[in-house]
């Protein structure tokens, strides 16, 4: 899927908007004890195929827990500041990765494709029960093999703790991430439209930190530049990196004229495969904790 920036014209202000485009081991059968001073007998092709039948293989959904932080609402055309949703979709088990569209690090792109796999959906229940150390929230059936949770209080989402969801035919478990002490430049951050698009994004090249890091993470940044009047989108940019405090975007993606306006997207993202009795098989966790602020062109 393409990951496009939209951008909103409000009369005479500006206001911009992002939207993404829906862009083992296996367990013999146990046998009686054979009695002393007989050898064993060896395993029959029936114990051989029942162990494969048991045995955990496939990939057989993804689970999303996404957290995104609008610092100027208004500039986005946005009503929310936070805003915190749980995804899941089922199906019969595949060998292909939901997470194999991300980039490796250190590599940029200036169109970014969210690929999907080719599957057949599964239902596994109309209500899924998802439960924290302290809290829990339904996500509800929403369409074949697809399960959605909209507007969780952020207060639920509780920050690297671990969770379990609970369907008809079976469960399985995910850790959150947290999300940032501090963002450089903080300028970005800025949540007053008449002060919005501050942080000088230089055509040098634009360097954001931020703090804490997490070793089990990765990060992307995502730049979408408009015109000035906010009426046109230029051109955008998407860089992958370790969460190491620093990222950096070259200067070959940020020719564009000065005083454009820019959607600066700070994302740490966590993917993991977990084990679950859905199908006896596996599933792909993705944790998103986003951050959006405002810059320009310089």
Known sequence: ?????????????????????????????????????????????????????QARSGITGLATMYLRQIACPACMGESQELTVTFDAVFHQPISDSWNGWMLQDGQCTEQLYQTTPSTVPIQVGQILQVVGPNH???????????????????????????????????????????????????????????????????????TITWSPTRQTSRMMVTLGVYSQDGSALLGQVSCFGPDNGALFVPSQYLNYPTWSLVAIHIERFETDIVETDVNNSYMETLQIWEVVGTGHIE
């Open 1 to 53: 899927m393409l990951l496009s920036l939209l951008l909103w014209a409000c009369d005479s202000d500006v206001s911009i908007i992002k939207r993404i485009e829906e862009t083992g081991q296996s367990t013999g059968v146990g046998e009686p004890g054979e009695p002393v001073g007989i050898a064993p007998q060896p395993s029959t092709e029936q114990d051989t195929e029942q162990d494969t039948e």
């Open 136 to 206: 829990q929230f339904e996500a509800y059936s929403t369409g074949a093999g697809i399960y959605t949770s909209q507007n969780i209080w952020e207060s639920h989402l509780q920050r690297n703790a671990d969770y379990m969801v609970q369907t008809d035919e079976g469960s399985f478990n995910f850790t959150t991430i947290e999300g940032f002490d501090y963002i450089e430049p903080y300028t970005m951050l800025w949540v007053d439209p008449s002060y919005a698009f501050d942080a000088a994004v230089r055509r040098s090249g634009f």
